[in-house]
C-alpha cells in the first residue's frame, strides 16, 4: 500500500489513472476532486475509472484553535476581525464550503492553504489559523481524544454519540452548507482493467465491507 497524497486530491486519483490496467492497482478518489474536474483542472477523465465500490462515507468537523477564543457560531459572527480558515487548496469542495459558510452563515473568513487537511489541523492547533473543517476521520485524534481543538458544530445529519453536545449545521439552520461538507470514499481501478479481474475485485471488496470485523 502506497499513500500518494497532495496535489489538491489529484496526484493520486491521476497516478492511478496512468497505471497499466492489470488488476495489481486500485485507488481511492473521493467526492472532493469533484471541483477541480468541473473546473477542468485534472489530468484524467473521471467517467473512464473502473469503479469498484464505495469504501466509506465521512462528515465534517469545524474547530476553531484553542488560541482563537472562539467557541461557538455567536462568538464567529461578533467577531470584529477577519477569520482565517485552513483549506487544503482553492480548486477544493472545502474552499468552496468555506466560500458558503461566508455567505449563508455571515463569516467573515480568509481561506490559508495547506498541503492537506493535517497539515491545516496542525496549524489551527498551534494558532497559525483560527478555523480548519475536515473529515470525522481526520478530526477524531485533535478533537475527541487529545481535545486540542474547539468543535463548534458538524456537518452529519445527527449528532455524534462521543460528542452529543455538539451541534449539526442543521441544528444550526444551515442545511445547505452542511450538504457541502460531506466526503464520499469511492475505490476504483485504472481504465481498461479487465473485466474478469474487475469481478474478482468487487467480489475481494464486497467481502470485506461485509466481514463483522471490518464493520467492528
Known sequence: IKNISGGEQLIGPTTMYNSPPDG????TVSSGAVAPVIAGLT???????EWIGILSDDYYITSASLKSG????????KANRQILIAIPGFATGDAQGALLMK?????????????????????????DVDLVSAPITSMKKAVIDAKDLTPLW??????????????????LGYPEVAKMFALHRLVGAPPGTLPERLEILRKTFRAVLENPKYQS
Open 24 to 27: 495489481y492497482t486500485v485507488g
Open 103 to 127: 455567505e449563508k452563515m455571515g463569516l467573515n473568513l480568509k481561506m490559508v492553504t495547506h498541503e492537506g487537511s493535517t497539515p491545516g489541523i496542525l496549524a489551527a492547533i498551534r494558532g
Open 43 to 49: 489530468k484524467f477523465d473521471i467517467k473512464k475509472f
Open 154 to 171: 458538524i456537518s452529519s445529519p445527527k449528532r455524534l454519540k462521543k460528542l452529543p453536545d455538539l451541534p449539526t449545521l442543521n441544528d
Open 70 to 77: 472562539l467557541k461557538n457560531l455567536d462568538d464567529l459572527k
